[in-house]
């Protein structure tokens, strides 16, 4: 038997597009793989100088915030500190009002009329203002004076403590 002429050229027809197929197909495949690889290592280095940037950043922040933190401190324990004076001056005022070691008194306006005609209101004291009439105040009453006193005392200190603190965030950006 005889095989018909054209059959062995249609099954190399056959076998040739096969073959030609599964190398086009190969050589398809392995572009595309290096193709994808090289996207991945594009992709992969785009991520690592973004994670490196935002932990340069992350850095930056961290010790712009200690350096803000640290000057905070410093202002508070300024705070603090000028407080606990002006606080332990006034107690230490108002103990010498409590003991009479010291006495309020007021200046009297010398030109006011009253019928003692700019007279002193007390006969026979001297004192450094060169004889200014002066009035001394009820040791409770100078008390309560050197009480508010320190409240302003306390109040403008902590105003210029927030005012330091404003300050300090503000030149941090």
Known sequence: MKAPGWLLPALALVLGFALGGWLAWSWQANAYDRALAEQAEAYSTDREQAATAVINWQGEQQD???????RLQAND????KELRDAQSNQARLRDRLATAELRLSVLL?????GGSCGMPA???????????ARAELDPAAAQRIVAIAGDGDQG???LAACQNYVKGVLSMK
């Open 64 to 70: 712009t915030r200690r350096t803000l933190e640290d």
């Open 77 to 80: 324990e300024t705070h603090y």
């Open 109 to 113: 306006n010398a030109t006011a009329s």
């Open 122 to 132: 007390t006969a026979g004291t001297s004192g450094v203002d060169h004889g200014a």
């Open 156 to 158: 403008l200190i902590a």
